[in-house]
């Protein structure tokens, strides 16, 4: 990884490839918003004033056309919103991150992965803010009250519910990192997002790993009552693709998601975290964290 502009030490690699990718459903761009790219939809989100300015127009404008495919996505309601920033923005934060920020590998029974900015503690006046203004930026953006209705509308949820809370980082998935399937149930968590800032030159591949992968909840036991588990492969997978963003509510025993281990020698950047709600969600018990 070259966050800080000089190589990772390589942790080893824990899992080999499986089949499973390549029996993995890939349903075709449309029907999940994958692929849309317009199609002269009325705006429906927040204004494009200069506190959004670092997020695409375009994206904004299709709010009815992102909610839609939310909700029918499956295996549970999720979205991707290609050309998340507008042109150049994101290359910025790469430049900034590369010169301005240090890693820190971390590794649980869950993940391995490099951390490096948690912007939820970082204050605006401080030393390393002045660095990565464009980076602070696009928090201030996505943590507005603005941004934060356009994704209660996308998500289907009640106006409000989302809180002014920042809760996220950078993270560097290298070669041999991976996360494994779980619901991203902790607290208040409402909604998990990831932008990601893998290399747009050359694109990303599978040759590369580090889908996003989607699971089914199935039923561990008998009744309504029973517990949720993942399905044994994932039913649906999103490729890491630079300024894409791809977010879910997030449900105890629902939300049900994991990281392919990365395969390639580049690393797998994003942005990633979550949008909080006043109160925890019912099911607590489900949950898998």
């Given at each position: ?20 990718e ?32 670092p997020?695409?127009p ?8 992102l ?14 919103i290609?050309?998340?920033c507008?042109?150049?923005?994101l290359?910025d ?12 590998f971390k ?32 928090k ?5 009250p603005e ?34 399937c ?29 889908r996003?992968?989607l699971?089914?909840a ?5 009744g ?28 105890p025993?629902v ?8 395969f390639?020698d ?12 006043g109160?925890s ?9």
């Amino acid at each position: 990884c070259y966050l800080c502009g000089t190589m990772v030490t390589e942790p080893p690699s824990k899992r080999a490839k499986t089949d499973g990718e390549a029996a993995t459903e890939r349903p075709s761009p449309s029907p999940n918003g994958e692929g849309a790219n317009g199609g002269g939809l009325k705006s429906g989100g927040p204004s494009d004033d200069a506190l959004l300015d670092p997020i695409s127009p375009d994206a904004l404008r299709r709010s009815d056309e992102l909610a839609a495919s939310y909700r029918d996505a499956r295996p549970y309601p999720h979205g991707l919103i290609r050309g998340f920033c507008r042109e150049g923005f994101l290359e910025d934060i790469l430049t900034e991150l590369k010169h301005n920020s240090k890693v820190k590998f971390k590794e649980t029974d869950l993940f391995r992965v490099y951390q490096s900015i948690d912007l939820g503690n970082l204050k605006d006046d401080s030393e390393l803010a002045a660095k990565i203004p464009a980076l602070m930026k696009l928090k201030r953006a996505i943590y507005s009250p603005e941004y934060r209705s356009f994704v209660e509308k996308l998500a289907g949820l009640e106006p409000g519910t989302l809180t002014d809370e920042v809760d996220c980082a950078a993270n560097c998935h290298a070669k041999g990192c991976h996360l494994l399937c779980h619901d991203d149930v902790i607290g208040t968590r409402k909604v998990s997002y990831i932008i990601y800032l893998t290399d747009p030159s050359p694109t990303w591949t599978d040759e590369d790993g580090g889908r996003l992968e989607l699971y089914d909840a199935v039923p561990d036991g008998d009744g309504d009552a029973a517990r949720r588990v993942p399905g044994a492969l994932p039913a649906r997978t999103i490729l890491p693709e630079f300024n894409s963003m791809a977010f879910f509510a997030v449900e105890p025993g629902v939300s049900f998601h994991s990281v392919q281990e990365v395969f390639g020698d580049r690393p797998r950047l994003s942005l990633q975290g979550w949008y909080h709600a006043g109160e925890s969600p019912g099911r607590m018990e489900d949950a898998t964290l």
